[in-house]
């Protein structure tokens, strides 16, 4: 007679782990999903590109007072209707940003690199608590003038509504590059060779 072979069994399949574990794998999985939320909603207001300027709008003239590195020494206000005929880049940001910190070294060579040119740069610093800046720009070795913007008015003025902007001002008073989020060092030589 012949041996019949014993069907194949199937391997055991363990019940799933209830508990602790699965209750883990929920909350790192809500976890990731609320990260891709948050990053699809952020990332994107602290890297926008290009922002609306034909060089015909007037920039908004301002008066504000001045934190740190003044233009003139004691000059503890600022007049943005007193600079024209020279070129500017207002860089509005606040020490709570991130991407602000990492575009203020950059800012600060420009100036450097194009003061004797005629550029003037200001840090506006805005959406911030008072006497931040002035601590901030020492410890960062900041050197162009830095205004405080109480009540957000000048940014409101300026329609600024993401940290960092840049905004480039020709000789003649207007507007001709905005930008937002970190701007490279040679995107921003470029705009401001444009306006010399």
């Given at each position: ?18 508990g602790a574990g699965d209750r883990a794998h929920i909350a790192r999985m809500a ?166």
């Amino acid at each position: 007679m012949a041996e019949t072979a014993a069907p194949a069994s199937a391997p055991e399949v363990s019940p799933p782990v209830s508990g602790a574990g699965d209750r883990a794998h929920i909350a790192r999985m809500a976890l990731v999903v609320i990260g891709l939320a948050a990053g699809f909603a952020l990332v994107p207001r602290a890297t926008q590109g290009c922002g609306k300027a034909n060089g015909t709008e007037e920039a908004p003239d301002f008066t504000a007072t001045i934190v740190a590195n003044p233009i003139e020494p004691g000059q503890t206000t600022f007049d943005m209707g007193k600079l024209r005929g020279h070129p500017v880049v207002l860089d509005f940001w606040a020490t709570w940003c991130g991407p602000c910190q990492a575009e203020a070294p950059i800012v600060n060579a420009l100036s450097q690199r194009f003061k004797d040119k005629g550029l003037v740069v200001v840090g506006v610093n805005t959406s911030d608590a008072e006497g931040l800046a002035a601590r901030y720009a020492a410890k960062k070795n900041l050197s162009f003038p830095i205004v405080y913007d109480a009540d957000n008015a000048i940014a409101n003025k300026y329609r600024v509504d993401n940290l960092p902007t840049l905004i480039v001002v020709s000789k003649d008073g207007k507007m001709v590059a905005v930008r937002h989020g970190v701007t490279s060092d040679a995107d921003l030589e470029r705009l401001v060779r444009q306006v010399l």
